[in-house]
């Protein structure tokens, strides 16, 4: 078990290499929020009795480290001075309040050493290896692209079933834009499908990445999707008005416009649907966790560690 305290922290942020963890927290409030942010086993100092909840939870043995934070030394009237201060089979040096000091790199990270039978220590496989802001954009490139992909699919059988009920013939807006955006020859009526495809397609799949990355950084659900919506609908006016293909939405006819925003929305929140499955396999997002600490709608929630944000 190994135990560290952060300072200024609702509850300590742990981290083992073993088969279970605990953490010390102020608030009893905080003991659930400790367990969904740090995957941890929250413990209230100022209403239990640490050092004996320690070693009911370890057959009377204890903690095996106590890595205690600047401004929280392990004295006697610390939180962790109780439970840090045994003599068991943890080999090493003693520290500061009679805590035991393992040996040198025993159970720390790949950064400080090798574990203290000589074999490299196993990466963290929790939110917080998986939420560097690197691999988070990697992800947010590919499950973003398929997202948008999947999104477009939807809303093109959604397209194709409203056609078949009022009548409306395809659009051509997609290729026309496309033509100018890239300097293409312009043909004159009735636009090239491969072209119409491009554009329609690739647009969705790029704009699925900003989902997917919303996702990531934990901007899930309906709430999010119902924004994506309104970027979805904003990409394609700035594009088609720019090029001149287009003009502002409020002097289309009011059917059509219904009709378009219609079918972006159901675009959206395709996607949003895909890119939050996709991002929920790395665990919740830094904006999840932050909310975790604290849950229900509070004015006041200090930010989320940086070492637990990914950042």
Not at 294 to 306: D, F, N
Request: charged share 25%; net charge positive.
């Amino acid at each position: 078990m190994h135990l560290r305290a952060a300072h200024g922290e609702p509850f300590v942020d742990l981290r083992a290499e073993r088969e279970h963890v605990d953490g010390s927290c102020e608030d009893p409030e905080d003991e659930d929020g400790a367990r969904l942010a740090a995957g941890v086993d929250g413990l209230a100092y100022t209403t239990t009795d640490v050092a004996a909840k320690l070693r009911e939870r370890t057959g009377g043995r204890g903690p095996d480290v106590c890595i205690e934070a600047v401004g929280m030394e392990a004295h006697n009237d610390g939180p962790f001075g109780g439970p840090c201060r045994r003599t068991g089979p943890t080999s090493g040096r003693a520290t500061a309040g009679g805590a035991r000091r393992p040996p040198s790199g025993a159970g720390f990270p790949r950064a400080l050493g090798r574990n203290g039978d000589g074999r490299e220590p196993q990466r963290a496989s929790g939110p917080r290896s998986l939420g560097t802001r690197r691999g988070m954009m990697k992800r947010a490139l590919w499950q973003g692209a398929v997202a948008g992909t999947a999104g477009v699919l939807v809303m093109t059988l959604g397209e194709k079933v409203e056609q078949r009920v009022t009548g409306r013939p395809d659009s051509h807006v997609p290729a026309r834009t496309m033509e100018r955006l890239t300097g293409m020859r312009e043909d004159l009526g009735r636009q090239p499908v491969p072209v119409n495809l491009a554009m329609h397609v690739g647009q969705g799949a790029l704009l699925g990445i900003l989902r997917s990355g919303m996702s990531h950084a934990g901007l899930r659900g309906p709430w999010s999707s119902g924004k994506f919506a309104v970027v979805r609908v904003t990409s394609d006016q700035i594009l088609e008005n720019a090029t001149g293909v287009g003009a502002p939405p409020q002097t289309w006819p009011r059917r059509e416009l219904v009709i378009d925003l219609l079918h972006k929305t159901v675009y959206a929140f395709a996607t949003g649907v895909v890119a939050d499955a996709l991002a929920a396999r790395s665990g919740p997002g830094p904006g999840q966790r932050h909310a975790a600490l604290r849950p229900g709608r509070h004015s006041e929630a200090g930010p989320l560690a940086r070492g637990r944000s990914g950042v």
